[in-house]
Every structure is written in C-alpha cells, then in structure tokens.
C-alpha cells in the first residue's frame, strides 16, 4: 500500500521566494495534517483539514502561510514569501479519523531550507 | 493550552539495561499516541492507547495510560542497539469541538553496547 506522499523531498531556496509543497494522503483518509518539526520547537501542527474542510489553521504562523485541499487525493501548502526562519522539515499526515483524529501516518517529509 | 512534557529529554543507556520514558500532559485527555523517529526519516506509530488503564506490548517496548495521573509511560526492557531513535508521545487534544494531537518534546534514546 502507498503511504502518504510528499514532494519535494528537499527544496533550497532563497528569501522572498514562494515555496510549495505538495502531498498526497493515503487512500480512504479522511484528515490530513501538515506539521512542521525544527530542532527549536519541535513538532508543530500548522493545519488540519477533515473531509477536505480546514478544520483547525490556528497553527499556522502568519499570513505567508497558505494550505489547501482542493480534493480527497491531494493537499498544497505554500508559503509566499519566504524566510529563513521558515527552514524546517514539513511533515504531512492523513488519518482515517472518525469524530476523532485517530492514528496519524506520516509521509517522509520535505525539508525546506531558506538562504 | 494543552502541553506535553516528556522527560527525559535525552537518555544514553547500556544494551540490556531497563528504562522508563515518561509522557506528562495538562489537560484531560482519554488518548494517547507513541511514535518513533530515526534521524532523518518520518515518524512512524508504535502505540495507541485509548482508554485509562490501557498497556500496549510490542517486543521490548510497553507502553501504558493513566489519564487521572495525565501520565503515559514507555518502558524499555533489555534494551538493544536497534531501539536507538527519538520516541515522541502526542496527545489528542478537544478543544471548541475540534481534536488535534499535539505531541511532546521528544525523548532522544542512544543504546550503547
């Protein structure tokens, strides 16, 4: 069975930059989250999304950050424009949640680093 | 604001040495997940707990929940090489009717010969 999948994997770029990162949740799922993980601050949730609804963005750090979930298959998150601090490695997760988030798989991450 | 303790944060232990691995959280929650993370590589589920009282077993790790207490622990029996990584607890967390886990600060595990 295929997993959670993220893309890119890895991503440099430079200040000011729009970056997107991309996932697709694994079959049947029904919530996706995208978490952010830095030695700083540890695991982050940013946004979840139920049934492609966002549910809960109260994590998510400023209006440069952006997540959509146009569909059941596939979810964006963007950031627009981009800063250092904003390096980490972004993980996404999807559950079959019901009422409940239920336990979470996770794809293998996209590390973003910012120049 | 629900938080997430674990402690400790970092622990160095010798192969066949036994270990607990402690989840402290702040507000009441009837669930609990474990997850173990290689350096580098994604998260993977080791338990769910669901229910006070609950014990999970899965070779030389056991994990249990006492939600009165807001305590979970990860007890390591005779640990070996291959248990080395970063254990991370998550707690699910209801809050304005929405549920999110929200996951503790890591405990780092090196196993030693």
């Known amino acids: 069975d295929a997993g959670v999948i993220q893309s890119p994997r890895h991503e440099v770029t430079e200040m000011g930059q729009e970056v997107t990162l991309r996932c697709k949740p694994i079959?049947?799922?029904?919530?996706l989250f995208w978490y952010r993980q830095t030695m700083m601050r540890g695991l982050e949730l940013l946004i979840y999304f139920n049934n492609n609804v966002p549910i809960d963005d109260s994590g998510m750090p400023e209006d440069r950050f952006s997540a959509k979930m146009p569909n059941a298959s596939f979810s964006t998150l963007k950031i627009q424009p981009s800063e250092p601090r904003d390096s980490a490695v972004y993980f996404c997760?999807?559950?079959?949640?019901?009422?409940?988030?239920?336990?979470?798989?996770f794809g293998e991450g996209s590390r973003l680093t910012v120049l | 604001e629900l938080k997430v303790e674990q402690n400790p944060l970092f622990l160095s232990m010798q192969e066949g040495k036994n270990y607990t691995i402690y989840c402290n959280y702040s507000?009441?929650?009837?669930?609990l997940y474990w997850y173990r993370q290689d350096p580098g590589k994604s998260l993977e589920s080791l338990f769910v707990l669901l229910s006070n009282g609950a014990v999970k077993q899965e070779g030389r790790l056991m994990a249990s929940l006492d939600t009165k207490a807001r305590l979970s622990t990860l007890h390591i029996t005779a640990a070996v090489h291959d248990l080395s990584a970063t254990y991370f607890c998550?707690?699910?967390?209801?809050?304005?009717?929405?549920?999110?886990?929200?996951f503790g600060t890591g405990t780092r595990l090196q196993v030693f010969p």
């Open positions: 998550a707690v699910d967390h209801q809050r304005f009717n929405t549920d999110k886990l929200i």
């Open positions: 997760a999807s559950s079959l949640a019901r009422g409940r988030p239920g336990e979470l798989f």
């Open positions: 507000t009441t929650s009837d669930r």
């Open positions: 079959s049947g799922h029904n919530s």
